[in-house]
């Protein structure tokens, strides 16, 4: 297809990680660039690039009509969405109705209003579970709550697509990363988990795709250029085994201890073992913790990258997938624990 005209876009989600670098990448294109903040962010925004204009207002608390007022006549072109928890969070149960009000009830009311302000192009940060429960029939969707809700996001979206309204899913992976004085999330969300043990345990055989925001901010700039309407493109930059992967986390941080690889089966029966004290307080994981050793972190959740720069015209973009990757782990690591680098 041929490159849209892009001269002004809005992200919702702009001061947030992703959206940050996504309004950056847009910038270096020529293209102008408003987020949406929060009110009571805006104290707190003076280290964004200064091109980026604030437009403020609590999306998920206003109306569709207070939205529409609030974009239309703006001259956007497109209209990125970058709101929303991810698989991290942990909300009270039943997982699945938080995960649907937020990922899917609120995104379709704000993407349904971007339309009736004018607004020709949407793209959606989404996840890359959703193209792997597609491949698995819905097998995903059926056991995890934040998969299912990440699947209706993507059928939300793709209902409000028309000839005058062009709609795209990025469904993203593992993102490595930093914004200068904030702390990346790796740390609470992911290593944590071992805290005081004295090896890193996981199920045998599983790998990721993984990139760099930057690669991430690449992926969605094309898709607003070059994305096909009602297409969900799987993102990634690099595919590594978690093995791979967590060696390099560790190292990068002079964090000694052995990557030890167990049965999904086994990892499973500790994994139940949490999940009954989550349900003690209360609490539900997006991701069902014994069925992620079995169905997740024992397979390879691997992404074709080159396909991904063809149907989005890397090439003709200038783009090349983002900064090196392992590197970038190596960094966050470090920005993760600078204490550790110390020693």
């Not at 001259?75 to 698989?87: H, Q, R, T």
């Not at 805290?195 to 094309?222: C, L, S, W």
């Not at 500790?270 to 050793?293: D, F, P, R, T, V």
């Not at 003709?316 to 900064?323: E, M, S, Y």
């Amino acid at each position: 297809m041929n490159k849209r005209n892009i001269q002004k876009v809005c992200i919702a989600g702009g001061t947030g990680f992703l959206g940050y670098y996504t309004a950056l990448k847009f910038l270096d294109m020529g293209v102008k660039v408003d987020a949406i903040a929060l009110p009571n962010e805006l104290s707190s925004l003076d280290w964004m690039d200064k091109r980026i204009g604030l437009t403020l207002g609590n999306l998920f608390e206003q109306t569709e009509e207070e939205i529409v007022a609030l974009l239309k006549d703006k001259g956007y072109d497109a209209f990125v969405y970058g709101l929303g928890p991810d698989d991290r969070v942990l909300p009270n149960a039943p997982a699945y109705d938080f995960f649907h009000e937020k990922l899917v009830v609120q995104c379709e009311k704000i993407c349904r209003a971007a339309k009736k302000a004018g607004i020709k192009v949407c793209a959606v940060m989404g996840s890359y579970f959703a193209h792997f429960d597609k491949l698995q029939n819905g097998k995903l969707s059926a056991y995890h709550p934040y998969i299912r809700a990440r699947r209706e996001q993507e059928q939300a979206v793709f209902a409000l697509a028309d000839t005058t309204f062009a709609c795209m899913v990025l469904e993203l992976p593992y993102i490595f990363g930093t914004i200068e004085g904030r702390k990346p999330l790796w740390r609470e969300s992911f290593l944590s988990h071992f805290n005081g043990m004295k090896a890193i345990y996981f199920p045998k055989g599983g790998g990721t795709a993984v990139i760099d925001v930057t690669g991430v901010a690449e992926a969605i700039v094309a898709s607003v250029f070059y994305g096909e309407s009602k297409q969900a493109y799987p993102v990634g930059q690099e595919n590594m085994t978690f093995k791979e992967l967590v060696t390099l986390m560790l190292s990068s941080i002079k964090d000694n201890r052995k990557y030890i690889e167990l049965p999904a089966w086994l990892c499973a029966l500790g994994a139940k073992k949490l999940m009954k004290n989550m349900q003690k307080q209360g609490k539900e994981n997006g991701l069902n913790a014994a069925k992620l050793m079995t169905q997740i972190q024992n397979k390879k959740f691997y992404v074709n990258a080159q396909e991904l720069h063809h149907q989005l015209h890397y090439a003709d973009l200038g783009f090349t997938g983002g900064k090196n990757v392992r590197e970038s782990i190596a960094h966050t690591m470090r920005a993760c624990y600078p204490e550790k680098c110390k020693q």
